[in-house]
């Protein structure tokens, strides 16, 4: 079965290939043989422990955890031979990934199988260079000790750090097993809510090719080759004078592809500091609420999956964070638009008199926006 990535998130066995082995911290005593004379210090101690890599050894040097004959040293110092090392092993960063760090979860559904949270804005989902601590990873293993035993912690899916909303997370290897399959064969149904630059004028689909960009290698973009294929449903459920409401289900599930398909349709999502517009106009009012938001104006709204073990249809629904809904608020003010609805809750009420609760592709493809060469 071919491996499908999914919404904010790269290749699911690259991004998860990563274990860590918890290091006791403890003291080592060496005497550096004479047959490794000559060689530099970082040298010597990778044949002596081979169980660490080179460079981790000569990071323990250069932190002072590693003494010659009592004395701090230098990767660099050449051995002649005979002398006493003494290494303090460091715990690795990423053994932190698997501490649990007990933290604030909104689950909004739980059963013995799976569960579903609202991720809000800011929380990275599981941890990766610069941020092995304090992800979602780390709280679930706080939250649940069990999903210590499932791989990822039951993670099956991502969102960006500063997208918020629904996540579903496994409880057990079976239930992780049937949601990536469920993944892979697209029967999970995503629907994201979002602002969007400019007055998007039709409802479509945007159809493209999605791969890392050729000029910044840490951005994606639409390529015309070598890249996956990745389809966006677009509904327009608001619109402004300078921006819109828009909600996009994904039929495939790319890295940042709301994001990227926005862009690619000339209408980047609000506050995206990635693929965004700093200089769109906009009233003052609304710069300033876009400016102080900080991220880009991306929520995901309704998950539906099949239940793994009873095989049912399982969808919730997470209603638009403060910060968006303010937005939204100040957008509809500088409209005209009724502002007397005091939360998204009302607006949603309101909304649904004309929305159809379902998802129904049929619904976005009015027209096709792009299409792959």
């Excluded at 460079?55 to 010659?68: C, E, M, P, Q, Y």
């Excluded at 064969?185 to 007055?199: F, H, L, P, S």
Aim: one cysteine or more; a negative charge; proline letters at 6%.
């Amino acid at each position: 079965m071919q491996n499908t990535s999914f919404e904010n998130e790269a290749d699911y066995n690259d991004d998860f290939g990563f274990s860590a082995v918890p290091d006791a911290e403890s003291c080592i005593n060496l005497t550096v043989p004479v047959e490794l004379a000559g060689l530099r210090l970082d040298a010597a101690m990778a044949k002596l422990l081979p169980d660490y890599s080179r460079s981790r050894l000569s990071g323990w040097i250069k932190d002072g955890a590693v003494t010659v004959n009592g004395k701090s040293a230098q990767p660099k110092d050449k051995m002649i031979g005979g002398e006493q090392l003494q290494v303090t092993v460091q715990e690795s960063e990423e053994v932190l990934a698997f501490t649990p760090e007990p933290m604030e979860l909104d689950i909004v559904y739980e059963d013995d199988s799976v569960l579903v949270l609202n991720k809000p804005a800011g929380l990275v989902v599981h941890p990766a260079a610069g941020n092995w601590s304090g992800t979602l990873l780390n709280g679930l293993l706080a939250y649940c000790p069990a999903l210590a035993q499932i791989p990822r912690a039951g993670i099956v899916h991502r969102l960006d750090k500063d997208t918020s909303g629904l996540m579903v997370v496994a409880k057990t290897l079976q239930a992780q097993n049937h949601l990536v399959q469920q993944l892979q064969e697209r029967t999970v149904k995503r629907i994201y809510r979002a602002v969007a630059n400019g007055v998007v004028p039709f409802d479509g689909k945007i159809d493209t090719l999605i791969g890392r960009d050729p000029h910044n290698r840490l951005k994606m973009a639409v390529v015309k080759f070598g890249g996956k294929p990745a389809v966006t449903h677009v509904k327009v459920l608001e619109r402004y004078g300078s921006h819109s409401y828009i909600e996009c289900a994904l039929e495939t599930g790319r890295t940042h592809q709301i994001r990227v398909h926005m862009r690619e349709a000339n209408h980047p999502l609000a506050g995206d500091p990635v693929y965004g517009n700093p200089r769109h106009p906009a009233p003052d009012a609304v710069k300033e609420v876009i400016k102080n938001l900080g991220r880009q104006a991306l929520h995901a709204f309704r998950l539906s999956f099949v239940h793994p073990q009873n095989g049912e249809t399982v969808s919730v629904e997470a209603p638009l964070p403060q910060d968006i809904y303010h937005l939204l608020s100040v957008l509809r003010l500088e409209n005209g638009m009724d502002s007397s609805l005091s939360n998204e809750a009302e607006w949603q009420d309101y909304l649904s008199e004309e929305d159809d609760d379902d998802w129904n592709e049929d619904d976005y493809d009015v027209e096709v926006v792009y299409l792959k060469e």
